[in-house]
């Protein structure tokens, strides 16, 4: 088991989840949601945002968790 690289997976984690409850709450506080809007119309950049800061950090979390488990390193 490798703590650095469980630590790094749960930090992703948490980053998402962060992430998406700040883009529920309110969605002022992201300016790279409104320069993706912007780029790419309301909804495509929406999306685009959604998929890269929320759902991408916590799959890379979990795979980093049970890489870990198995002994991974990435150090």
Not at 3 to 16: E, L, S
Not at 58 to 69: E, H
């Amino acid at each position: 088991m490798n703590n650095t690289t469980i630590g790094i997976g749960v930090a992703a984690i948490f980053f998402g989840i962060y992430s998406l409850y700040l883009r529920i709450t309110g969605n002022d506080r992201f300016k790279k949601l409104k320069d993706l809007q912007e780029r790419f119309g309301e909804k495509n950049g929406g999306w685009i945002h959604l998929i890269l800061y929320c759902f991408a950090p916590t799959i890379f979390g979990i795979i980093m968790i049970m890489a870990g488990r198995k002994g991974f390193s990435m150090f």
